[in-house]
């Protein structure tokens, strides 16, 4: 390379130059120098590296010197909306500005989330919409595709109903591509023109194993990849290379050709004939035989079900196979009928949808996949919603032979990849059998910073749930009293959060409890950085990828260690998969799962030099067994008290020697920015 990542970041670089808060991070450069390393021997690499590293510079000079060096393409997949936005918004502008580097980077989302230009002109014909609020919101949308210059669902000044987007937005199976008289002006082309043409594509985890699942052809070819905030990987990776179907996708499917309420659908401009007639005979038939089918399943699970494993196959007959089969024949003859390309394309995606619903549920029934687990959730109040879930066991065969095979390098980072110091859990999850590692550390001052509070006495929510629950709900809202809010305090249960809800309303009600459900995500966030003194009661949600630097948060609470639910059947069938080969499950899965996702939990409380904090962790585990020893040596040394007196005191020295910082420039840490996920 004809610049070094050290040459660049370093203390005589551009981007010192550029930065009026400069502040040399050595950690920071040795990061980019493994990345530098990675880049020229085709290795992989795990990287974990505390908060305020910056480590978005770190890999990004190196792959962007690289890239456009050679014109090879990096891909860079986060977890979240905010480290994406962070990318394309704040960190490579200021990278391409402060180092002269013409490289091109684009945002890149499923087509799905880009309207269609052709759908939206023909949406009156093809008779999707079934109310006159949907006719209002598509009318929004046509004034709104006058002026957008993204065509984003995301761009849209309104949240539009979910039959309304997808009734007009992008989607392969209907699409004409060159063909198209809207070709020219399709803002989804445009974007892949992009795509194309750049250096660096930023991508989430979604849209990537979206990607890998569709034989690599929603997004362009890559030379390398790059997976921040990778500690979530297994999980994103195993709903995308799983398979589920649920009796209200079903329905909506059945809708789309012909609702029986409203006679729109697919089918109504199609003229009347006996073709017709028969066709629609078929939708009856496959709605109603959907609906005995589910009806079936539900007796077979039982009033108790929300979330059922099934070990053998046959829970019930498929009797959908045949009716969907005969359905699919009718709609083919009724193809030959249509009266435009738009209806027949229209149509035959339709077809094609039908075909693999009733696959999926055949696959499901059947259990005719090897390695996966079976499973049923049960969901919804009014209308209850089934959804029949299939995913793999072990991820590790598939991610080693489909990506680390075949792409290199691929770097992963995180703040919280290892557990205990070792790096071994989080890669043999993944199937990373040769990868470079380094850890550096966080230049946050943790022992000065944050004040650690373990209560002396707790019930053992493994014996005693209820009474910890009471117990912990008490000790969060006088630790918030004290605090006078600004808190994070996390569950791992909807339960325990809601008792603490009440018991914060009813004792200390002059602080505000945000409750995660009461709205979206972001709203909670900007309401809470916004209301000085309120609190943020949150779930599994909330451990990760919250940014709320400054006086607006100074204290976390975790109430109880986040071990994953044993129960559940995806965690269930891991575990039994480790115990056939003789080793210990719970030491080996789920413990380093939970301290990765505790060390999460820990990493949003302190997001710059000036913050400081308490974190309390309510768990009494932590002393009591053996494992606990493991939890807290994976967090960084700091002051350790069981008195409530020193968390006034520890404050109140903090808030005499930092009046103003909130007001204080952030030092380069990630940029506090509210998440939420981008659809893939």
């Not at 974990?48 to 393409?73: C, D, H, Q």
């Not at 759908?119 to 949308?141: C, G, M, N, T």
């Not at 060159?178 to 892949?192: N, S, T």
């Not at 149509?347 to 049923?376: C, H, K, M, P």
Request: glycine share 6%.
């Amino acid at each position: 390379m004809s610049q070094s990542a050290k040459q660049i970041l370093g203390p005589d670089g551009p981007l010192a130059q550029a930065l009026k808060s400069y502040e040399h991070r050595p950690q920071q450069l040795e990061m980019a120098a493994a990345v530098e390393r990675a880049i020229r021997t085709k290795q992989h690499l795990v990287v974990e590296a505390g908060t305020g590293t910056g480590k978005s510079l770190a890999y990004l000079t190196p792959f962007v010197v690289w890239a456009t060096e050679t014109k090879k393409k990096v891909l860079v997949a986060t977890h979240t909306k905010a480290l994406q936005q962070q990318l394309v918004d704040k960190d490579l502008p200021f990278l391409r500005k402060a180092t002269g580097i013409e490289f091109k980077y684009v945002l890149c989302v499923g087509s799905q989330n880009y309207l269609c230009l052709r759908r939206l002109r023909l949406l009156d014909q093809l008779a999707l919409l079934e109310s006159q609020s949907q006719v209002d919101e598509v009318e929004k949308i046509r004034k709104w595709a006058d002026s957008t210059r993204t065509g984003l669902v995301f761009d849209l000044p309104f949240q539009p109903a979910y039959g309304v987007w997808n009734a007009v937005n992008r989607e392969s199976d209907l699409c004409f591509g060159q063909k198209c008289e809207h070709y020219e002006k399709c803002l989804y082309f445009a974007a892949r023109r992009r795509q194309y043409a750049a250096h660096v594509l930023v991508a989430n985890h979604h849209l990537f194993f979206a990607n890998m699942a569709a034989d690599w052809r929603a997004l362009p070819e890559f030379d390398a990849v790059v997976f921040d905030e990778a500690q979530g990987l297994e999980e994103v990776a195993s709903d995308y290379l799983g398979l589920s179907v649920s009796n209200t996708q079903l329905e909506f499917y059945l809708n789309s050709l012909l609702n029986a309420q409203t006679g729109r659908g697919v089918l109504a401009p199609f003229p009347e004939s006996p073709v017709k007639a028969e066709a629609a005979n078929a939708i009856s038939e496959v709605r109603r035989t959907s609906r005995e089918l589910f009806q079936d399943i539900a007796a077979r699970l039982g009033p108790r079900a929300d979330v059922v494993r099934v070990r053998q196959p046959g829970l019930v007959a498929d009797a959908l196979h045949a009716p969907m089969a005969k359905l699919v024949e009718r709609l083919t003859e009724l193809q030959k009928h249509a009266k435009s390309e738009e209806q027949e394309l229209e149509l035959g995606a339709l077809i094609g949808r039908g075909s693999e619903l009733s696959r999926n549920v055949a696959t499901f029934l059947e259990q005719s996949l090897d390695d996966q687990v079976y499973w049923v959730e049960v969901s919804g109040r009014r209308q209850q919603r089934f959804t029949l879930k299939v995913a793999p066991i072990d991820l590790s065969p598939t991610l080693k032979g489909d990506l680390f095979a075949k792409v290199a390098p691929v770097v992963l980072t995180s703040a919280t990849l290892s557990t205990a110091g070792s790096f071994a859990f989080f890669s043999s999850r993944l199937g990373l059998e040769a990868a470079d590692e380094l850890a550096v550390g966080s230049p946050f001052d943790f022992q000065r910073q944050v004040l650690m509070y373990l209560p002396k006495e707790m019930p053992d929510p493994s014996s005693r749930y209820e009474d910890f629950n009471r117990a912990a709900a008490a000790q969060a809202a006088e630790i918030c009293r004290l605090c006078g809010g600004r808190a994070f305090v996390l569950f791992t249960s909807y339960s325990a959060l809601r008792q603490a809800r009440d018991y914060f309303a009813a004792t200390v009600p002059h602080l505000e409890a945000l409750c995660q459900g009461d709205e979206p995500l972001p709203k909670l966030v900007q309401r809470f950085k916004r209301d000085d003194g309120s609190v943020l009661l949150g779930t599994n949600t909330f451990w990760q990828g919250i940014d709320v630097p400054g006086d607006a948060l100074q204290c976390v609470i975790i109430t109880k260690l986040p071990f994953a639910v044993p129960d559940h059947p995806l965690i269930e069938a891991r575990t039994e998969r480790l115990e056939q080969a003789g080793r210990n499950p719970f030491y080996e899965y789920q413990v380093p799962k939970a301290i990765i996702m505790f060390r999460q939990g820990f990493g949003r409380l302190i997001r710059r030099n000036t913050d400081y904090g308490l974190f309390a962790l309510l768990d009494p585990r932590v002393r009591t067994k053996g494992y606990g020893e493991l939890f807290l040596k994976s967090l960084p040394k700091c002051e350790v008290t069981s008195e409530m007196g020193r968390i006034s005191s520890f404050l109140e020295e903090w808030r005499e020697q930092q009046p103003a910082a909130s007001a204080a420039g952030t030092d380069g840490a990630e940029q506090p920015i509210a998440t939420e996920r981008i659809p893939e």
